[in-house]
């Protein structure tokens, strides 16, 4: 019991490292304000990949018609994933000459199996967009209208060959939604404190963007096509192979991107342990390493929790255990809280270990070792 209680506090205290290092990475991270104008010649192809999305489409599209950046300058490409709604009406009816719609049923059977209907989307969109760089978001996202502009502001300003940018939930109506919008929070803070520390790569398909050229030049997906998910972080490993010092993060608030969390429990599984299914796969091996660490962390934190129930000497032990864990992870999450103006939302965090603890534990080992479902398709 001691040998267990010595690790799991060993794993504590590298926790409350990482945590401390972060929270300093994040507060290093430097907002992008723009000094000069745009030259004008820059042109964006946005595509957006949508699977059965009638409902979630028009907004996304009013938010880009809505753009800043001239018209004339950027396209949207909307690739229908065999929908069986009105996605495809919801895009041909949309009053915007700069909007296109591409349909996998026009160029695959529907007998044809993949294991990355999205990639293969975004690949038929590459070789169509005319745009210089590529920018992706998804379907059930909306953002402000400053995007493109800014997007495009940081790419004349340092041309880099790939830029993530930060993605935000909105519309968290329950209890269950505001602990998923905190989850995702303290995702994208890491992601910005990874930047700025030069100590790992993170990014989320919402909001990137990268030079269509190098999507060519590192081969595109090839290599990893037969993995369902990853069109994100998967292609910038590939890039960050090649360009070490040109893959960057965007910090700023006009280039948040909001999108929706989940309705169901069952969705909201599916969605992480997709997410989690990712991770050996990751090329950046620090990266790995952390996720194994957070892993490990939770789960001696759930294995010391259940102990207590039976010993009660453990009990007094494991909640300074809980009380350590709610303190480094606040130092970290607040001034991310603060960028996002969530800050409303840090009175779910501590009850909200009791569902984020569990849920770190399943979806981590269903991710490695089990399946998921993802738009209406089995993936292993």
């Known amino acids: 019991m001691y040998i267990i209680l010595s690790i799991l506090s060993l794993l504590g205290i590298i926790y409350g490292y990482l945590m401390f290092r972060y929270g300093e990475g994040w507060k290093k991270l430097q907002s992008f304000k723009p000094v000069n104008p745009i030259s004008g010649r820059t042109k964006v192809t946005v595509i957006i990949p949508a699977r059965d999305e009638e409902d979630n489409l028009p907004p996304l599209l009013q938010s880009l018609k809505a753009q800043t950046y001239p018209a004339e300058l950027f396209e949207v490409i909307v690739i229908d994933d065999f929908s069986t709604d009105g996605t495809a009406e919801a895009v041909r009816n949309f009053p915007a000459s700069n909007v296109r719609l591409l349909q996998l049923s026009q160029h695959l059977s529907a007998e044809q199996r993949l294991n990355s209907y999205k990639k293969k989307a975004i690949e038929m969109a590459v070789e169509r967009a005319t745009g210089d760089i590529i920018m992706t978001t998804d379907a059930d996202c909306e953002m402000g209208p400053e995007w493109i502009m800014r997007m495009v502001q940081f790419y004349e300003t340092y041309q880099p060959k790939f830029i993530a940018a930060p ?62 998910s990853g069109d994100d972080m998967l292609l910038m490993f590939k890039i960050y192979r090649a360009y070490p010092e040109g893959v960057l993060y965007m910090k700023t608030k006009d280039a948040i991107v909001r999108t929706l969390p989940v309705d169901t429990f069952r969705a909201f599984m599916n969605q992480r342990i997709r997410w989690s299914s990712k991770a050996d796969k990751y090329d950046d091996k620090r990266l790995i390493w952390v996720l194994a660490l957070v892993y490990f962390w939770n789960v001696g934190i759930l294995l010391a929790g259940i102990a207590a129930l039976f010993i009660p000497v453990l009990r007094l032990w494991m909640l300074g255990l809980l009380i350590y864990k709610v303190l480094v992870e606040f130092y970290f999450l607040i001034p991310v809280a603060r960028f996002f103006d969530k800050t409303s939302l840090l009175s779910r965090f501590i009850p909200g270990q009791l569902f984020h603890i569990p849920y770190i534990v399943v979806a981590g080992w269903l991710g490695k070792f089990g399946s998921y479902q993802w738009k209406g398709r089995k993936v292993k």
């Open 167 to 228: 993605v935000s939930f909105h519309k968290e109506d329950n209890f269950f939604k505001a602990l998923q919008s905190l989850d995702f929070m303290t995702m994208q803070g890491i992601t910005g404190a990874l930047a700025a520390l030069k100590s790992g790569t993170m990014c989320n398909g919402a909001n990137l963007a990268y030079e269509r050229k190098v999507f060519y030049e590192v081969g595109g997906f090839k290599g990893i096509d037969n993995i369902a």
